[in-house]
């Protein structure tokens, strides 16, 4: 039995035989699995829209990198938004907008207020994201235990670094497994 908050900050495997488009070859990041469910963002995919773009549209000053693109957390409220950031020293941890991620120096905002500093100081590493992934109570165990899903856990290179065509690859390759020997089996919905 997965304990209520042990999957929360790690990253999921969508293995071959997901048959849900959605999620084929994504790798996910847990923000949150408690007994109320599961809310995850996807790693690698993107929306052909540039961060600077939207932010430009909200009147935010975009700080990140000028060529990322949004990416596309998942099908769920493809019109909300998501800030993933690192580096505490630069956010204000009392916003109640900020929610810290597991134990790691990874957090989440709703809002894109936080990259309003007045400080000047821009964010560390920052990925916006537009929809999420979510799994009612108990739906994310009951696919695990189909073989839908892998565990991997938590890797800031994946989240922040990789490039979205080989995360999953190199995420797979991180658990000891050889990706090519994952073989698709009657799928899982």
Not at 150 to 159: G, Y
């Amino acid at each position: 039995m997965i304990q209520d908050e042990s999957l929360t900050a790690t990253l999921l495997v969508a293995m071959p035989q997901l048959a849900d488009p959605n999620f084929r070859r994504t790798v996910m990041l847990i923000v949150e699995h408690d007994e109320n469910g599961t809310f995850g963002l996807v790693l690698n995919r993107t929306v052909d829209l540039l961060a600077s773009t939207l932010c430009a549209s909200l009147d935010v000053k975009w700080q990140g990198d000028p060529k990322a693109n949004i990416q596309w957390g998942g099908p769920v409220e493809p019109n909300t938004g998501w800030l993933l950031l690192n580096e505490p020293s630069t956010l204000n941890l009392d916003d109640p907008s900020i929610s810290r991620i597991g134990d790691h120096d990874l957090y989440l905002s709703r809002s894109v207020d936080v990259l309003k500093n007045p400080t000047g100081a821009v964010p560390g590493t920052i990925r916006f994201y537009l929809g999420y992934a979510g799994w009612g109570p108990g739906q994310l165990v009951a696919e695990m235990a189909q073989g839908a899903w892998l565990v991997a856990p938590h890797d800031r290179k994946a989240v922040f670094e990789s490039p979205e065509d080989v995360i999953w690859d190199e995420t797979v390759r991180g658990l000891g497994i050889e990706p090519a020997s994952l073989i698709s089996t009657q799928g899982v919905h």
